[in-house]
């Protein structure tokens, strides 16, 4: 099994947790967490392309093993002393990653990611970030702008004069893959950029409409729903009347029969009282 020093340095270029998060050792809980927060919002599985989600989620899991030990006291503590953690403790503690990262955090919206973009550019962690990315690289552009978040050939002339203003201060050494890049190479890089955001729309559009369709087919299914519920409220009262109509027609027969029997009972009575009227003999 990889070591998590051995995972910091291949993902991270680190091989020390401070480092990893960019913070000083004398960082406090709350300045941990955040960097943390920072670091693994970058890389949220869920908020990236499916092509490096892989690569993603690895990174994702080391960043919340590194938080796991500095933001406890005292393994804290014993790791600022010695270097040393429980590698299998932290191994088993963040398999469950996913959840441990949302015990931490809400949950992340697509309003989350675009106001750390208007925070992120212009501010020291992006510079730091692209000095790191020109240092590792040597000055080549290609690598800066894949490595530096939020950043596409749009973004060149400004990165640009930022790394032009290190070299003039003697922050960064200049680089003659940086100053003297080759008009080619760039060219290829802006038509790459503009075929993956091409195909980044494209994809997009894809995904408007299938929510346009899944929506449609919703309100299909409901006004559907809704038609057999009135369809279904008719029926009962078509129904209910039917019952309605024959059982007053049965009570109407149920009278009429009763009145009729107590008319014969009364008859023979009558014919009785009653007096036949005397017949007169005529005189001869």
């Given at each position: 099994?990889t070591?998590?020093?051995d ?7 680190a ?56 933001s ?24 469950n990653?996913a959840?441990?990262w949302?015990?931490l ?20 962690i992006e510079?730091?970030?692209l ?54 190479k760039k ?10 955001a ?27 729903q ?16 039917l019952?309605d109509k ?5 009570k ?14 009364k ?18």
């Amino acid at each position: 099994m990889t070591s998590l020093l051995d995972l910091c340095e291949q993902y991270f270029g680190a091989r020390d947790f401070y480092e990893v998060l960019k913070i000083p050792r004398t960082a406090n809980d709350k300045q941990v967490k955040k960097a943390y927060h920072q670091l693994s919002l970058l890389v949220h599985p869920d908020r990236v392309e499916e092509d490096i989600k892989a690569e993603a989620t690895e990174k994702f899991k080391v960043l919340g093993r590194i938080h796991s030990i500095l933001s406890d006291n005292e393994k804290r503590k014993i790791y600022d002393q010695s270097g040393q953690y429980d590698e299998e403790s932290e191994e088993i503690m963040m398999r469950n990653w996913a959840d441990y990262w949302k015990s931490l955090f809400k949950k992340i919206s697509v309003e989350d990611i675009n106001n750390y973009e208007k925070n992120y550019k212009g501010s020291d962690i992006e510079i730091n970030d692209l000095k790191r990315a020109y240092m590792d690289s040597k000055g080549d552009m290609d690598y800066i702008l894949e490595t530096v978040p939020f950043t596409n050939c749009d973004d060149e002339p400004r990165l640009h004069n930022i790394i032009q203003g290190l070299i003039e201060k003697g922050e960064v050494p200049e680089y003659k893959a940086f100053t003297q890049e080759n008009d080619k190479k760039k060219q290829r890089r802006k038509r790459k950029w503009a075929k993956e955001a091409q195909e980044a729309e494209r994809l997009n559009k894809m995904l408007k409409i299938e929510n346009e369709e899944n929506a449609a087919a919703n309100n299909l299914a409901l006004a559907i729903q809704n038609c057999n519920e009135a369809r279904a409220s008719q029926s009962d009262k078509f129904f209910d009347s039917l019952i309605d109509k024959y059982a007053n027609m049965a009570k109407k027969s149920t009278t009429k029969k009763k009145n009729m029997s107590v008319k014969t009972a009364k008859s023979p009575k009558t014919s009785k009282s009653s007096k036949s009227p005397k017949k007169t003999k005529r005189k001869a």
